[in-house]
């Protein structure tokens, strides 16, 4: 398996500019988690899904920040418009739901995002 | 409110030695530890967990401990390794969610010959 998958690895962008992270989760897993990490507040969840649905969006900071699934192997997380603030790396991690109490989550890669 | 937290942003151990990374929380909703292992410009990856009705779980050099009286858990790595190097997550799972985590800042482990 090819493991979660995020892109682009690496964005640079200007202040006031829309900004798109993707991720694709494993498939078959059917929980999918945005996280945010800083230096302050370390690993921050964002908004979590399940069977595509949001579950809880309460660690979405701004309106400016938005999440969707549109199907089980897509996820999006836009940032419009885009603050230096938001500079930080986005992780996207997703999980079974086997029933066992084992289950863990697994992450991607992360996108590491710089607002200038 | 942070719910779990890491206390020691960074530890400095000799290879060979004890590592002990520590983490406490506050909610007593938790019913499922893990600690993840994160390097540079990678994703986290899942190190070892504990069930809240256990004390302990070992699993090679790695063990972690929990004191639920204390609501305080503890990574311990023995021998500590240079490859052991990188930072540690403590999280505690929501009970009844969605195998919901939430996560601690982290302790950057460093581990020198």
């Known amino acids: 398996d090819a493991g979660v998958i995020q892109s682009p690895r690496h964005e640079v962008t200007e202040m006031g500019q829309e900004v798109t992270l993707r991720c694709k989760p494993i498939?078959?897993?059917?929980?999918l988690f945005w996280y945010r990490q800083t230096m302050m507040r370390g690993l921050e969840l964002l908004i979590y899904?399940?069977?595509?649905?949001?579950?809880?969006d309460s660690g979405m900071p701004e309106d400016r920040f938005s999440a969707k699934m549109p199907n089980a192997s897509f996820s999006t997380l836009k940032i419009q418009p885009s603050e230096p603030r938001d500079s930080a790396v986005y992780f996207c991690?997703?999980?079974?739901?086997?029933?066992?109490?084992?289950?863990?989550?697994?992450f991607g890669p992360g996108t590491r995002l710089l607002v200038l | 409110d942070q719910q779990v937290k890491q206390n020691s942003p960074s530890l400095s151990v000799q290879e060979g030695r004890i590592s002990i990374l520590n983490c406490d929380y506050t909610?007593?909703?938790?019913?499922?530890f893990l600690w993840y292992k994160k390097y540079p410009a990678e994703g986290p990856t899942f190190l070892i967990s504990i069930s809240s009705i256990k004390d302990k779980n070992e699993d090679g050099r790695f063990t972690v401990f929990l004191n639920k009286s204390a609501k305080h858990l503890s990574l311990h790595i023995v021998p500590s390794q240079p490859g052991d190097s990188a930072v540690y997550f403590c999280a505690a799972r929501v009970s009844g969610g969605y195998n919901k985590l939430i996560f601690g800042a982290g302790t950057r482990l460093a581990v020198h010959p």
């Open positions: 909610n007593s909703m938790f019913d499922y």
């Open positions: 899904f399940n069977n595509n649905v949001p579950i809880d």
């Open positions: 991690a997703s999980s079974p739901r086997t029933g066992r109490l084992q289950e863990t989550q697994y």
């Open positions: 498939s078959g897993h059917n929980s």
